[in-house]
């Protein structure tokens, strides 16, 4: 095999046909193998494991998994493996990933499908963080690098949250109603907590009842402060990253 196919040779080294494709899909062949049957094996970089038979007939074989290598975060509850394909680069500016989410459920891989976002940006872009709720895990919220809150129930986006219907607040002097949400997480009680970056409220909470309550921290955080991830402990401290060197936020939920 070459870098771009197979070919087959006869004992004299007379060529008995090549392949570029299988089943329509481009190879790019790593390694090739001719089994007893006569049926040549393919390594290929594209498209997993392929079969041209002896007979002409070509198969594909690929296991299952995500429909993209994208990940910067994911959650897991019993059954359920959820990923956020998004991310930011060094100064936290966005790489607008467009491969949206997927998850394992039921052992089957699927990929949510996107909605048109609701801001001027266009699409929705840059999933940063996912959680699962553990009291409804048909239910998944995710956090978005522009576009707010995403709530996805039974592998269909249902709601998105922005200044509209929330506490959520656009960046400052953005003009496009850009909306950084890096953290999502929830308690145990199905409570969720994400982090609001470049806002008076850095830290937002919305009850298992769907009542959001935004928390001001006063000069502890002002409107500049990029905010990160945020992870709810068993003891159900709140901790919240401020990236960049900033430091730690923790809050005391029990009163």
Do not use: H
Request: charged share 20%; proline share 4%.
């Amino acid at each position: 095999c070459t870098f771009q196919r197979v070919e087959r040779f006869d004992t004299d080294l007379n060529s008995l046909g090549f392949r570029n494709f299988i089943t329509g899909v481009l190879m790019n062949p790593r390694q090739a193998k001719l089994s007893a049957a006569n049926d040549v094996w393919i390594a290929s970089q594209f498209g997993g494991l392929m079969r041209w038979g002896s007979d002409g007939s070509e198969s594909v074989f690929t296991p299952t998994g995500p429909p993209s290598n994208e990940c910067r975060r994911l959650d897991a509850y019993n059954d359920n493996v959820w990923v956020a394909s998004g991310g930011v680069d060094v100064i936290w500016d966005n790489r607008y990933v467009k491969d949206g989410v997927y998850g394992l459920v039921d052992d089957r891989w699927d990929r949510v499908a996107l909605v048109e976002g609701e801001n001027a940006i266009g699409s929705i872009n840059d999933f940063m963080d996912v959680a699962v709720d553990p009291t409804n895990n048909s239910r998944v919220m995710f956090g978005t690098w522009e576009e707010g809150l995403v709530e996805v129930v039974n592998g269909v986006i249902t709601n998105i949250y922005n200044e509209e219907n929330s506490p959520l607040m656009v960046r400052p002097g953005n003009t496009e109603g850009w909306i950084g949400v890096a953290g999502v997480d929830y308690d145990e009680n199905g409570n969720l907590w994400m982090t609001n970056t470049y806002s008076e409220n850095p830290l937002i909470l919305r009850t298992a009842g769907g009542t959001f309550v935004p928390m001001n921290f006063g000069n502890e955080i002002d409107e500049d402060q990029l905010v990160g991830d945020v992870m709810v402990d068993v003891n159900n401290y709140v901790w919240v990253i401020l990236p960049r060197g900033e430091g730690m936020l923790v809050r005391d939920t029990r009163g």
